[in-house]
């Protein structure tokens, strides 16, 4: 199971995110579980200093911008 992580406030770019995670998740027949993280003290934990971020099984991926669907499948595909 993938552990999909947003972080973000909630602002309209992270829900994009979210959308396209779980999209990507889809597309490539996933179990996954998306966790939102919206206090800024825990995304400042992660090393993200601008939203909206994306984290795989707790390894940033993406912070600052909404990467594309196959950006992202790249990321949750199995090693």
Known sequence: ???I???G???PKCRKLTELAEQAARELGLEYEIEKITDINDIMAFGVMM???LAVNG???AAGKIP???EIKKWLEPA
């Open 68 to 70: 594309n669907v196959e």
């Open 1 to 3: 199971m993938k552990k």
């Open 51 to 53: 939203t909206p971020g």
């Open 9 to 11: 406030t909630g602002c």
């Open 59 to 61: 390894e940033v991926k």
């Open 5 to 7: 992580q947003i972080l």
